[in-house]
T-cell receptor, first 116, second 113 residues
């Protein structure tokens, strides 16, 4: 069975601090994709990144960076120099690709609050 | 704006009434998904379409739920005889097959009183 665990329910940091959101996953698939989505109070899930299981290179996009470690089944997300606009709930998700259906299994989310 | 759009954004209904939500996916996307999200939880998969064919339904989708995607464009999700447990946000998403990136709409909040 597929499972995504986000152990941090809530995190609060002061603006400009760095923060890392943890994500641990379980899957028996050999090919899979991992995602991060941001959900602001408006409710829309905003796509941030997709990573496939064969690409373990870390990725940086502006203040965001992602660390994918297959050996520990983790896909952690770091925000550098946090800003108030980063306040949201962040979800890590895992896709089932073997059946051709890109159905996602989500974690329970981490609520991030950036204190001005 | 050419993202996924959902309507209505909010719906309050009395228990036992029927409700219908509409989703317009990104225009070139051939896959469309419905998810349900309750407070404090991540979204849970309900069903998905490839073009007009409904290819998979979750066990969460009881007989009171029906989804359609006529002509492979917009989709509707109908809930019959609503129950308080149906109160949730219903999220629609779309993707292009084999691209493996799913884009979500803003969701439709349902409150059953």
């Amino acid at each position: 069975a597929q499972k995504v665990t986000q152990a941090q329910t809530e995190i609060s940091v002061v603006e400009k601090e760095d923060v890392t959101l943890d994500c641990v996953y379980e899957t028996r698939d050999t090919t899979y994709y991992l995602f991060w989505y941001k959900q602001p109070p408006s409710g829309e899930l905003v796509f941030l990144i997709r990573r496939n299981s064969f690409d373990e290179q870390n990725e940086i996009s502006g203040r965001y960076s992602w660390n994918f470690q297959k050996s520990t089944s983790s896909f952690n997300f770091t925000i550098t120099a946090s800003q108030v606009v980063d306040s949201a709930v962040y979800f890590c998700a895992l896709s089932h690709t073997n059946s051709g259906n890109e159905k996602l299994t989500f974690g329970t989310g981490t609520r991030l609050t950036i204190i001005p | 704006d050419t993202g996924v759009s959902q309507d209505p954004r909010h719906k309050i209904t009395k228990r036992g009434q029927n409700v219908t939500f509409r989703c317009d996916p990104i225009s070139e996307h051939n896959r469309l998904y419905w998810y349900r999200q309750t407070l404090g939880q991540g979204p849970e998969f309900l069903t998905y379409f490839q073009n007009e064919a409904q290819l998979e339904k979750s066990r969460l989708l009881s007989d009171r739920f029906s989804a359609e995607r006529p002509k492979g464009s917009f989709s509707t999700l109908e809930i019959q005889r609503t129950e308080q447990g149906d109160s949730a946000m219903y999220l629609c998403a779309s993707s292009l097959a084999e691209v493996y990136t799913i884009y979500f709409g803003e969701g439709s909040w349902l409150t059953v009183v």
